[in-house]
């Protein structure tokens, strides 16, 4: 399809172990971001990329969260360690431009049981 | 730092009720401004936009104005539907979006 692709849909998963989350965005977006949104709260931003430059972390709510965007295209958002504050649904988005409208795709819903 | 500020939810409201979500911005510069919609279920959508003061950006009879002086960008319906129902996010972008926490829209029949 021509959207933003996440895998899986949904990934339940017992406290401690680690997840990877996949996103594979609109064909030729530079930018690239993660979100997280908890049941009933808004948009947390997470990561951003953009082309080549240094990503920005800003949001990663611990060291337990890294993203890495390979060939500048596909991404992928690990969670070490989870525990059960992780919970929530998991969007990515991208764009043209970092500054131009994003199109995100239906994210990935993740329950730490 | 850039932020944006939305009126608090959830917002209830009568089918063809006027419609009317508070949103203000803090922003150094000269952002686009963005609302989007999340239909339940579903991901976030991009509604509308504008890019520069005194802009209206206007989709599926929703608008909203930049207004640089008050700097807002409050969206309204003059009519709204059972189908309107969803989360509205404000955004601004200025090398990146910045999000508002969203209000949640229930129209009732």
């Known amino acids: 399809g021509a959207g933003v692709s996440q895998s899986p849909s949904n990934k339940v998963t017992e406290k401690g172990k680690d997840v990877e989350l996949r996103c594979d965005p609109i064909s030729g977006h530079t930018a690239l971001y993660w979100y997280r949104q908890s049941l009933g709260q808004g948009l947390e931003f997470l990561i951003y990329f953009q082309g080549n430059s240094a990503p920005d972390k800003s949001g990663l709510p611990s060291d337990r969260f890294s993203a890495e965007r390979t060939g500048g295209s596909v991404s992928t958002l690990t969670i070490q360690r989870t525990q059960q504050e992780d919970s929530a649904v998991y969007l990515c988005a991208s764009s043209p431009r970092g500054w131009q409208p994003q199109h995100f795709g239906d994210g990935t819903r993740l329950s730490i049981l | 730092g850039n932020s944006v500020t939305q009126m608090e939810g959830p917002v209830t409201l009568s089918e063809e009720a006027f419609l009317t979500i508070n949103c203000t911005y803090t922003?150094?510069?000269?952002?686009?401004l963005f609302w989007y919609v999340q239909y339940p279920g579903e991901g976030l959508q991009l509604l509308l936009k504008?890019?520069?003061?005194?802009d209206k950006g206007s989709n599926k009879g929703f608008e909203a104005t930049y207004r640089k002086e008050t700097t807002s960008f409050h969206l309204e319906k003059g009519s709204v539907q059972v189908s309107d129902s969803a989360v509205y996010f404000c955004a601004l972008s200025a090398q990146k979006l910045v999000f508002g926490q969203g209000t949640r829209l229930t129209i009732n029949p």
């Open positions: 504008a890019t520069k003061a005194d």
């Open positions: 922003a150094t510069g000269y952002p686009s």
